[in-house]
């Protein structure tokens, strides 16, 4: 809706007086305003995941290259005295050499097998170049694709060269030998991860990454030329997947500070904990920690891993830290890379973090390979120095005096800096940097009911967030969780893990293969759970066992069709919507299941949701029957009975009130169709005969009656399928319509609902490219044909003709589809269009050669179908289409033939499923029926069926479906927890909704002042133009300057303020139809408009009048049983004057309720139908008790009443609280004419007032039998209405002119000629309409005008 700028500058909105919005907008409820008629329904896009590792790695063998020469220093480094010389934490001087070197190696052994217990260790101490490659290349060999890890120690040998050499020894240790890093890479392969800790070790690593380079591009040599050398040698493995770890740049030398030791490196990467230690003892800020000693670090109590010690806690805050960090500096693929792929790589990463922050801190800089970004500066770090703090100012007590350790609060801290970021920051913002903490947390039982609400409340953020966290590592740690007994993390898991399904479903494996369906079972079946959590444990599984047959079995063994049949019934809709979808999920394409729920009666407990008030809960039960009915195993006779008995179920719902529902209702019937696809195409053969030989008086077609060829889309077909159907209807035909054509229609991208907007002729060209799109012009079945069908069926008993009484289901089936095809919503229509054409299409194929017998005896032959063979080459440009490969049956087994040929009466075909995929025919006639050229054996078939190429859009693919089950996921994807934006006072939407609230109360109260002082006159035209079709009903909005008119099948909008005109857009009626009704709703505030048309079909726009495209917010058929033949074609003046008759002709009339949200809904029928538009469904049939239409029905809330007016001229009331036989409580028949309007008053003792054709203006008191007053005014009505507020009624007649009384039956105006026209006379008036507020009267008349007239300028 468009604010106008007057409007918010209007000194009137400042007045202190009009400051409150009236309180009762606020209460009124608004219709059609849920997500299913805000959204399309389907999925959401799936986010790419990236977070499974591809590749998880395992290091499974470590080489230990130590070249020390203990006691030998080499020639190119002097050293300092006193200087470092601890290696591995032994002093190498203090023992023999050789004794040394071997305590040195295995200690370091030692500490790499902290980290990695499992891999294969081999030592080469002081070795040769021999020694080195037999050791890499055995190594490689056991390891096959796994990843190796090569520690090099140079502490004793010369620094390494820029050639890209590392030094080791002779045999008798006389000289050193240059190794060159190319044939390290060569033996030891990829993928490999390589540790050098010695001076000027930023050398071998550019060295490294040259010979890689060379490999490379030797590689694609030898790639392009088989013939190069290259190509002949051995190739040379590649090094991409490898990565280095060097303890200085190639500038650098080792500290050699003697308080550190000599392989400060190491140290760093396998004794973090110790090192950091002693470091942090070794800074200036370590005197503020009294009496701690290097000596005292050495008696810290506990072991690393044990979390509940001092020591296992420094660890373990010291992991949560350095992989928080990593986190947050790198990019997400290099930290799950580094991080998350190999336990031994990400250990060492984590301790690098470290190493980089000790040795920059001595002036040198680690460097690694892939490179990092700096991290020594890192805030978390100060974290860190606190906790070691915290952690070594308890040491003296504890190991003097005793006392108990006092656990860190770093955990308890870090969760409360997550939660006021969760609570506290805005929507668009950093990650937050504690999520690999809060992670670490869930390992300990103290804090992890507090880490999973928080963590739960961070998915809640939306997708990215579930993302964010999967990236992190979470999975493992809440699939482990899901082994806890513990009740009260039932809640916060299940929440968890909706939230991961709703984003990523292909965890669904993870969990049955950790038996994780059974924790969610168990929480389904648990009655003391919340509604709330048993509805997301059944999403959980529904998700579980999605097309998923593993998932399937496992939650059949589970008794899960038990447990959610029993909570069918539940309160919470929710609850009932997926425990639906769980079941249509479990025995979808899986026939044990189906069985299980035969012999629990699931079928029969499901029907009590198809009258559900809550339509997605409806759609979901249709979804769960659809797919029952649509098992492709064996057909017994007991299934059968059973697919029948469903499928009469279902067809009870085709005239719901959803077009949600119905769409799911097409779906779960083309499974039908596609089981008994037989039995179908011998019912469409029958009914394509019989409406070739049935003359239907039908004003809709006008081509040859069989028309079964592919129909260029011709004029009638009401479709909003595309552009081209709409261009072709506008240029059909009369000067009007062309005239319509010409104010072009701009379409939406999606080929939905359309919008004329007037300037834009260019689209018309772009249309009619479009028209060889085989989506809307190859049906066999035009929509004219499907709507002849549609009436001939009704009027002629086919069951006689099929003789069959077993056939009769499949007939009702077809009827039903037929009644779909021509739903007013466009969506509903397509879809059934598509499950008619493709088995018209099949039916026709199948039946080329023969004719038809006698129609007695279907066992001979089918009827032929009208259209020959080569016709249908012809026309459909050189070969018929095809249906899609998989519609002829859901399985791939092979045919098998019929078993029980002998007993079985030949009418009746024994199911046999069809080959996938390959054959277009259907196979399942019986074989008595020479229905096609060859045999189903499929294997001729597979190659020999030259006449049916590709593919063919227009026709239904085996699994259908509507994206209703993954739009009703989303809601699990986005924020529950989040306030709605509706609600959140500070909101646009809810400024803009404050806005329209004032703008109401102005509009009435400055309306009322001026109704108030009394209006005298009522002739002064504010608003003239010339409509673009006939004017048939006219509606103002209630506070908008906006006037809404329909001609036959278009709507108009004006703004009478600005005499402009907004928008022109066809409705989509059928060509026999015209708009005989038009409502606001929601008018208060987002205004929808509803059109009635005389065959029963409501619509209802959205976004018009704004500049958008109007779109078709729903469609249903309101009042199913008004037949074309009571509608007189040609309406107009011959009506007026049969009116006194009584005859049809009233078409479709309403009421609209806004406070209760009923619509009250008659015309050419014998009831007054009530709608409850929250749930979408008929809530009540009202009999009217008379023999003629209903034409004018008024009703009040407050009081449950409805006043109808009849065609034979009585008044009748009703009180909707009272049941059909009595709810009847007044009948007037003092009018001897139709009744053009009867209104009730709405206040508490509001009368009713009614006119009749004859002119007489009766008012009749609720109670008294009587009317209490008549005023005579001119005869001949033809249109009539009575100002709500005002008291003013105006009446325009056959002899062109209007006349307004007041209340007393007094004359305040009499109009008879256009302002402005020289006077010129008014055509005959086709309709009139008073402004619900203000003193404003609109008329239309035969000669396209449309004028308002109002009271004079000084009232206004």
């Known amino acids: 809706m468009k604010m106008d700028s007057e409007l918010l500058l209007s000194p009137a909105v400042c007045l202190a007086e009009e400051e409150e919005a009236d309180m009762s907008d606020w209460n009124l409820p608004l219709a059609f305003m849920k997500k299913r008629h805000s959204e399309k329904i389907e999925g959401s896009k799936a986010l790419a995941q990236s977070w499974r590792m591809k590749d998880r790695m395992k290091t499974v063998s470590v080489a230990l290259v130590l070249c020390l020469n203990v006691g030998v220093d080499p020639p190119d480094v002097v050293k300092t005295s ?134 490379e591009q030797e590689l694609e040599v030898a790639a392009i030329n088989p013939n190069h050398p290259l190509a002949q040698m051995p190739l040379p493995p590649s090094m991409k997947n490898c990565i280095q770890l060097a303890a200085c740049e190639a500038s650098e030398l080792l500290p050699m500070n003697p308080d550190l030791p000599a392989d400060l490196f190491t140290s760093c990467l396998t004794t973090p904990i110790k090192i950091a230690l002693r470091w942090f003892c070794m800074q200036k800020s370590a005197k503020l920690v009294p009496g701690v000693t290097l000596d005292l670090i050495e008696k810290i109590p506990g072991r690393l891993n044990d979390r509940r010690t001092p020591l296992g806690e420094l660890n373990w805050i010291f992991t949560a830290i350095t992989d928080t960090i990593a986190w947050n500096v790198l990019p997400r693929d290099l930290f799950q890379k580094l991080f998350r792929q190999d336990l031994l790589v990400a250990s060492l990463f984590r301790n690098f973090l470290l190493a980089e922050r000790i040795m920059r801190s001595y002036n040198c800089t680690p460097v690694s390979s892939p490179r990092l970004p700096p991290t020594y500066m890192h805030a978390m770090w100060q974290a860190w120095d606190l906790a070691v703090d915290i952690c070594l100012s308890q040491l003296p007590t504890i ?18 800096a997550f939660q006021v970021w969760l609570t506290m920051g805005v929507e668009n913002r950093n990650p937050p940097e504690q999520l690999p903490i809060v992670l670490q947390v869930l390992l300990s039982q103290v804090h992890r009911l507090r880490a999973l609400d928080l963590l739960g409340r961070f998915l809640d953020l939306g997708p990215w967030a579930v993302s964010l966290a999967l990236s992190v590592g979470i999975f493992p740690y809440v699939l482990k969780l899901l082994q806890s007994s513990a009740r009260e993390l039932r809640p916060l898991l299940v929440f968890i893990w909706a939230k991961i399904l709703a984003v990523d479903s292909s965890c669904q494996a993870d969990l049955v293969k950790d038996n994780g369906h059974k924790y969610f079972l168990s929480v389904l079946a648990d009655p003391y759970m919340p509604a709330e959590h048993r509805t997301m444990a059944v999403f959980i599984l529904a998700v579980i066992v999605n097309s998923y047959t593993t998932g399937q079995e496992a939650c059949l063994q589970g008794n899960l069709i038990a447990i959610c049949l029993e909570q069918l019934s539940d309160p919470h809709p929710l609850l009932r919507q997926w425990v639906a979808i769980c079941l249509g999920r479990i025995w979808q394409n899986f ?172 689209t018309s060209s772009s249309a009619s490219s479009t028209l060889g799109s085989p989506d809307n012009d190859e049906y066999i079945l035009s929509f004219e044909t499907i709507d002849k069908m549609r009436r001939v069926s009704s009027y002629s008993s086919l069951n006689s003709l099929i003789g069959v009484s077993f056939n009769s289901v499949y007939t009702q089936i077809w009827r039903v589809l037929l009644h779909l095809a021509a739903d007013p919503f466009p969506e509903v229509s397509d879809l059934a269009m598509k ?349 009217t008790g008379a023999d003629s239409c209903v034409t004018s029905l008024s009703c009040d809330s407050q009081r449950s009443l409805i006043a109808a007016g009849l065609g034979d001229g009585s008044v009748r009331l009703y009180d909707r609280r009272m049941g059909a036989n009595e709810c009847r409580v007044m009948t007037y028949r003092e009018h001897s004419s139709w009744v053009v309007k009867a209104h009730l008053q709405k206040q508490t003792d509001g009368k009713i007032i009614s006119v009749s054709v004859d002119g007489d203006v009766r008012f009749f008191e609720l109670r008294s039998p009587d009317s209490v007053n008549v005023l005579q005014t001119v005869k001949g009505l033809t249109a009539l209405d009575i100002h709500p507020q005002a008291n003013l009624f105006a009446c325009g007649s056959m002899n062109q002119f209007i006349a307004v009384y007041n209340s007393n039956g007094d004359v305040i105006s009499n109009i008879k000629y256009y302002d402005g026209f020289m006077g010129q006379r008014i055509g005959a008036i086709s309709c009139l309409a008073f402004h619900p507020y203000w003193p404003h009267l609109a008329v239309g008349s035969n000669d396209y005008y449309m004028s308002i007239y109002s009271a004079e300028k000084r009232l206004r």
């Not at 006159?1017 to 908008?1040: A, C, E, T, Y």
């Open 591 to 762: 026939d044990s299941a189906r069985w299980c729920g035969v012999r629990d009666s699931a079928h029969e407990k499901l029907y009590s949701l198809l009258s559900d008030p809550i339509p997605e809960v409806r759609c979901a039960a249709v979804f769960a029957l659809g797919t029952f009915v649509g098992n492709s195993a064996e057909r017994t006779d007991h299934s059968t009975t059973i697919d029948h008995n469903v499928a009469m179920m279902l067809a009870q719902l085709i005239n719901d009130g959803s077009p949600v529902v119905r769409k799911e209702l097409v779906v779960a019937l083309s499974h039908l169709v596609v089981q008994y696809e037989s039995n179908f195409c011998t019912v469409a053969l029958q009914f394509m005969e019989e409406e070739k030989n049935y003359a239907v008086p039908s004003p809709a077609n006008t081509l040859e009656p069989g028309n079964l060829t592919p129909v260029r889309d011709s004029p009638a077909i009401p479709r909003l399928r595309s552009v081209n159907s709409y261009t072709n209807i506008r240029a059909a035909t009369t000067a009007r319509n062309l005239n319509k054509s010409l104010q072009n229609l701009n379409l939406n991208e999606e080929g939905g609902p359309v919008a004329f907007s007037p300037g834009n002729l260019s």
């Open 835 to 1183: 499950v008619l054409n493709s088995i018209a299409y099949k039916a026709t194929i199948n039946a080329r050669p023969q004719r038809i017998l006698d129609s007695g005896s279907l066992t001979q032959s089918a009827p032929a179908s009208p259209t020959s063979k080569g016709a249908h080459i012809h026309q459909a440009g050189g070969s018929p289409p095809m249906p899609s490969a998989s519609s002829s049956s859901l399985t791939n087994e092979v045919p098998k033939p019929p078993t029980r040929g002998g007993e079985q009466p030949p009418t009746r075909p024994p199911y046999t499923p069809t080959l996938g995929g390959q054959a277009p025919h259907s196979h399942q006639f019986p074989r008595t029926r020479k229905m096609f050229d060859k045999g189903p054996s499929g294997s001729e078939q597979a190659g020999d069926d030259a006449d049916d190429p590709g593919g063919h859009k227009a026709y239904m693919n085996a699994n259908l479906s509507t994206g209703l089950c993954d739009w009703s996921a989303k809601y699990f994807a986005q924020p529950v927890m989040k306030i709605p934006e509706e609600h959140d006072v500070e909101s646009q939407v809810r400024k803009e909704r404050e806005w329209r609230f004032l703008r109401n109360a102005r509009v009435r109260k400055q309306s009322q002042r001026i109704t108030q002082r009394g209006v005298t006159r009522l002739d002064d035209q504010i608003f003239i133009n010339r409509n673009p079709g006939v004017p048939s009903v006219v509606k103002f909005h209630p506070f908008n300057p906006c006037i809404a008119v329909a001609d036959k099948d278009s709507i108009c909008f004006w703004d009478w303020e600005k005499a402009e005109r907004l928008d022109y857009f066809y409705n989509g009626n059928p060509r026999y139809t015209r708009i005989t009704a038009m409502e606001y709703l929601n008018g208060h505030d987002y205004s929808l408009l509803l059109t009635a048309t005389d065959d029963g079909a409501l619509r209802i726009w959205k976004n018009f009048a704004d500049q958008r495209n109007p779109e078709m917010v729903t469609a249903w058929q309101g009042l199913s049983d008004m037949l074309p033949t009571t509608r007189g074609l040609a309406r107009r003046v011959s009506i007026y004057l049969d009116r006194s008759k009584g005859q049809g002709g009233a078409g479709m009339v309403v009421d609209w309720e806004q406070e209760t949200g009923l619509l009250m809904t008659s015309g050419d029928v014998r009831v007054i139908r009530i709608w409850d538009t929250e749930r979408e469904m008929k809530v009540q049939d009202i009999p």
């Open 399 to 416: 190991i003097e005096e005793g006392t108990a350790f006092r656990h860190s609060p770093f955990f308890a801290e870090q969760l409360t």
């Open 82 to 215: 006193p200087c470092a010389r601890l290696e591995c934490w032994i002093d190498p001087l203090s023992m023999s050499p050789q004794k040394a070197l071997e305590t040195i190696g295995a200690n370091l052994q030692k500490q790499y097998e902290n980290w990695q217990p499992r891999a294969r260790y081999k030592q080469s101490l002081d070795p040769t170049v021999d020694e080195v490659k037999k050791l890499c290349t055995s190594l490689r060999r056991n390891a096959k694709e796994e990843r190796v890890l090569f520690h090099y120690n140079g502490h004793g040998v010369p620094r390494p060269t820029v050639n890209g050499e590392i030094w080791v020894f002779n045999k008798n240790y006389t000289q050193y030998i240059p190794l060159s890093v190319y044939d390290l890479q060569t033996w030891m392969g990829s993928p490999s991860i390589f540790v050098y800790d010695c001076s000027n070790a930023g050398i071998i690593v550019k060295s490294f990454k040259q010979f890689a380079l060379q490999r």
